[in-house]
């Protein structure tokens, strides 16, 4: 048990190595969240003390920015970098079109505005996020929501065919609450074959403020094994 979490934390650290290889002097970084965004954000700082790189990094979260500060990576905002050269950030299932489910984390609102902003989205992740088809083994589509519409969202939700679960908080009583003030609604909709279409569904939701699903964002998947890497580049 210790062994696999040993592996699986090397395969993490290969992926995110790998990713940071795209970050070049005077880039504008964004900065993803999660564990395995978390070791990018350690090698961007590793390279600015080693190489003595100029970089700028625009944080996707809370935990993003205190990483940002450990590392000593000067931060920025969208407000004074619209455009960002790339965003390395991580993924909870990724498809062979390298479609995305994002947000176990619950940043998925600022994760799509950051990698919207920029020209390149690097994904890195381990083996067991690759999917054949998005939702598989029940995993849900995070959804951030207004929390004065969390009802009728639900109630939207189970209409197109979703089991909604409101997201609750452990070290805290009652729901998780985003760094935007909002809360996450989990929902399930079995295996999911028009990720586009059931995107579109959710968004025309009203109290819907994003979703977990990623389609055709991402341009480089960087899958770390414990001993090596595999890069997955999406057909245009
Ligand atoms: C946070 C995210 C994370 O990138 C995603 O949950 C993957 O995290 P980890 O690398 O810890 O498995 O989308 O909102």
Redesign the pocket.
């Known amino acids: 048990m210790k062994l696999r979490k040993e592996w699986v934390e090397k395969a993490?650290k290969n992926a995110a190595l790998e990713a940071v290889k795209h970050v070049k002097e005077g880039f504008v970084v964004g900065l993803?969240?999660?564990?395995?965004?978390?070791y990018a954000i350690e090698e961007i700082g590793n390279r600015i003390k080693r190489e003595g790189l100029h970089v700028l990094g625009v944080p996707?979260?809370y935990q993003a920015f205190m990483s940002a500060i450990k590392h000593r990576i000067p931060t920025t905002t969208l407000e004074e970098h619209p455009i960002l050269n790339l965003t390395i950030?991580?993924?909870?299932q990724i498809d062979d079109e390298l479609n995305l489910i994002?947000?176990?984390?619950?940043?998925?609102t600022r994760?799509k505005i950051v990698a919207s902003a920029s020209k390149k989205l690097v994904i890195?992740?381990?083996e067991s996020?690759k999917v054949k088809c998005l939702g598989e083994n029940n995993h849900p589509v995070?959804i951030e929501v207004l929390p004065l519409a969390a009802q009728p969202v639900m109630l939207k939700i189970t209409e197109i065919g979703g089991k909604p679960i409101l997201r609750e908080g452990t070290k805290k009583v009652g729901p998780v609450i985003t760094d935007n003030g909002n809360i996450i609604i989990d929902a399930n909709f079995g295996l999911i074959d028009k990720p586009a279409e059931l995107e579109r569904k959710i968004k025309n939701i009203s109290g819907v403020v994003e979703t977990?699903l990623f389609i055709k964002m991402a341009d480089i998947v960087y899958i770390g094994k414990p001993d090596s890497t595999e890069k997955i580049e999406r057909k245009k």
């Not at 993803?32 to 978390?38: E, H, Q, V």
């Not at 950030?89 to 909870?92: N, P, R, S, W």
């Not at 994002?102 to 998925?108: E, Q, R, V, Y």
């Open positions: 993490k993803g969240s999660g564990s395995t965004a978390a996707t979260s950030d991580g993924a909870d994002k947000g176990m984390g619950g940043a998925l994760e890195v992740a381990d996020k995070p977990g």
